[in-house]
């Protein structure tokens, strides 16, 4: 249990310095950073998304913070229990968790998600710990394989002996131990069918890399598993995704972090990762546009928005790619490459990228 | 490449099949059954759905049929391509690979998806063999764990000794070797959050099971690996989902197939599936009622629907479940048992109903 303990002492602090207000007979009261659009800013030394220092304070005597300040002392309490017991939850345990009547009332502690994420989200900020640290767990998604052994729950696990199918990523990569890591680079792709078409051409192997793909959108597992890898093994992350705009949010969602979780951008954001393709030149080089998919609307607002990101406002690579898809009017998939037959893509198109340093950064 | 020669000889007699016509100066012409519902029928002593005989022959000298006649061929030779090679392919590789344009035209063999994956289900019913057997791939999607031992792509894997992640499920499992399987009975859960408590719990080590998830829906990969489970070692397998029409149609799908790959049943069916909650019971038993959520208009038109399929329609257990939910006016999610506490459903609820066999069927 020790090593739990930082985050316990954490949350008893915050109880004790609730309690001493109550014993001085002051407004029981916690100062919490704002979280909103007006108070992210994208700081440009370390290259991520971050808080800045616009704080408020949240009163128990107050009949506009009384409920959201009853939530912010349920949910450290949650958090506590989930930590004495070693157990994780997930949001939506925890907001069942948290659901139920205040005592000698009809009125419930949380009745939405909504409430019980955000009082997470603000529990992340006063203890500066992760809600994964919390024993707060995101979604489980995701495979993963290359010559590594780690330690997990009391296993040793071998990335490179699990077949065709990988390991399962879990949704909270915390308490991962690495025991040996042996590996030039990361590639992280968007799409599990082409990390099965890698795998089977054990990609990892004979590139001596690690391929970590999700389904869709980049858990917070998976994002904080390539960090710890970058930061611990100092390995370069090559992000591979469709030719689209939500694709590049994908790499943008990884490299600088994201909005929402701008004050997680500590444990999540890897500024040093790099854009492998589908690119623009690729498509031309490749011979891609007979693949080509009309943009819809939706697609060129999304394009607009990217290009006025702070992060990629004066980034001159990007904008010529944001730029030469609203003049192709034109996305394509990542599968296209298997017009060119089923290996293409692992035996001409990522070596060749890979060793031309073809990226956008 | 010895375990794929039937396959490929089932290929090879397609194509001179068609040759034989050409050279005896015939229409060319395929005899393919027709997938439409029309044709789709419940057998009620398999309790599966499957089609009828109703066939139909596609001509090459036909104008309406000749271009799905020439998709047809084309998709028979890219998996035979593929069977050669012994690589896999996705659904939208196998398009990317048919979409070119036909010598001597500017017409292409496929415009959209829905065209090769028409064909590639011909193509299982040609043949008599599934997707996965002509090495093309479904999704990949899923965790697994419990105390199985299995050989996969060179390598033994023991799902006992993955840690928190577990084992990640390929799309395609038809090659997968099993060497001991040391459990009394499968749970297939639908959300992986319940998969990440109960692997916390060691449910499956405790209680001697097989843990599977998926995140959503069930993947023909984990439907196929349920019914292999199921046949080759005779392992019950209760499945457990939210207390909606969603979580009741996961449960039909797995049990007794489903409408648009009902030619496949035989292959994805598995009848002997037991549905092992969240049920009305749980909902008064468990005293769930207070995490009742409102059911939506299109909650009540999937209840009615469900209602009218044929192998609901006279099994009395399930008719009453609709009715009740349709009475509550209210659906609820598997982790309402959270608010009894973090580990109730593993130390409570499962144990309970497994020994009691409180199950629908």
């Known amino acids: 249990m020790a090593?739990?303990?930082k985050q316990e002492s954490k949350l008893k602090e915050l109880g004790l310095k609730v309690l001493k207000?109550?014993?001085k007979i002051r407004n029981p009261n916690i100062t919490i950073p704002v979280r909103a659009l007006s108070n992210v800013i994208f700081n440009k030394k370390s290259k991520t998304l971050e808080l800045g220092n616009k704080k408020s304070k949240r009163f128990f005597f107050n009949v506009a913070h009384a409920k959201k300040f009853l939530q912010t002392i349920e949910v450290a309490s949650v958090s506590k229990n989930l930590l004495n017991e070693e157990k994780h939850a997930s949001l939506r345990d925890v907001f069942y968790m948290m659901k139920r009547t205040i005592p000698g009332t009809s009125v419930n502690i949380v009745d939405e998600q909504s409430e019980s994420d955000n009082v997470i989200e603000d529990l992340e900020?006063?203890?500066?710990?992760?809600?994964?640290?919390?024993?707060?767990?995101?979604?489980?998604?995701?495979?993963?394989?290359g010559k590594v052994t780690i330690e997990d729950a009391g296993d040793t696990i071998r990335w490179d002996k699990l077949g065709s199918g990988g390991w399962s990523i879990p949704s909270n990569v915390e308490d991962i131990k690495f025991k040996s890591v042996n590996a030039k680079y990361i590639l992280y792709m968007e799409k599990a069918a082409v990390w099965e078409r890698l795998n089977e051409d054990r990609f990892w192997e004979?590139?001596?890399c690690i391929l970590i793909s999700s389904q869709g959108?980049?858990?917070?597992g998976i994002r904080r598993l390539l960090q710890?890898?970058?930061?611990e093994y100092k390995l370069p992350i090559y992000v591979l995704t469709d030719?689209?705009?939500?694709?590049?949010?994908?790499y943008s969602v990884i490299k600088y972090g994201s909005i929402n979780l701008a004050h997680a951008s500590e444990r999540l954001a890897i500024p040093g990762v790099k854009f492998l393709g589908i690119s623009s030149n690729d498509i031309e080089k490749y011979?891609?546009?007979?693949?080509?998919i009309k943009l819809k609307d939706h697609d060129i607002s999304r394009l607009k928005q990217l290009a006025e990101y702070s992060w990629f406002k004066d980034n001159k690579q990007w904008q010529k790619e944001f730029k030469t898809m609203r003049q192709y009017g034109s996305k394509a998939e990542i599968q296209a490459l298997s017009s060119r037959g089923i290996t293409f893509i692992s035996e001409k198109y990522l070596p060749e990228k890979i060793k031309n340093k073809d990226f956008i950064d």
Do not use: C, M, P, W
Not at 130 to 139: G, P
Not at 228 to 231: K, M, V
Not at 287 to 292: A, G, I, M, S
């Open 243 to 250: 030719y689209d705009a939500y694709g590049f949010y994908i």
């Open 125 to 145: 900020l006063l203890t500066g710990d992760s809600r994964e640290q919390l024993n707060i767990n995101a979604n489980k998604n995701g495979s993963i394989v």
């Open 228 to 231: 710890r890898l970058y930061e």
């Open 3 to 5: 090593k739990k303990n």
């Open 206 to 208: 004979k590139h001596k």
């Open 217 to 220: 959108q980049t858990t917070r």
């Open 287 to 292: 011979d891609l546009k007979k693949h080509f």
């Open 21 to 23: 207000d109550v014993e």
